[in-house]
């Protein structure tokens, strides 16, 4: 079973970057395929990025130009940079891994097993 921790989250204003943080606790044998979601208040939970075991990365429209995924040289943690954040951006976010191999990831929900509390992410002036 793995155990996905978020951290980052926070208030910013109109503009600001954040980075957001997920950590595996366990040690796999190859690199977790992780999504990242949110989850705005009223909405339904939206896919916006995720990186494939083999390192390959997609994006929702939405956010394409101004996040970015990447995984950090320790295999079990994957960061999501947000740059130029707008209100739209305010939500939870949390982090999925798949719990297997996956060579291209998607930023469809069903595709994720192992699920994170999620980290508060409010974007306001």
């Known amino acids: 079973q793995v155990q996905l921790v978020e951290s980052g989250g926070g208030f910013v204003q109109p503009g600001d970057s954040l980075t957001l943080s997920c950590a595996a606790s366990d040690s796999a044998a190859y690199p977790h395929a992780i999504g990242w979601f949110r989850q705005a208040p009223g909405k339904e939970r939206e896919g916006i990025a995720c990186?494939?075991?083999?390192?390959?990365?997609a994006y929702t429209q939405s956010v394409e130009g101004r996040f970015t995924i990447s995984r950090h040289s320790a295999k079990n943690t994957v960061n999501l940079r947000m740059d130029r954040l707008k209100p739209d951006d305010t939500g939870v976010y949390s982090c999925?891994?798949?719990?297997?191999?996956?060579?291209?990831?998607?930023?469809?929900?069903?595709?994720?097993?192992?699920w994170g509390q999620g980290t508060q992410v409010t974007v306001s002036s």
């Open positions: 990186i494939s075991t083999t390192g390959s990365t």
């Open positions: 999925a891994a798949a719990g297997k191999f996956v060579k291209y990831c998607s930023v469809v929900d069903s595709s994720y097993r192992h």
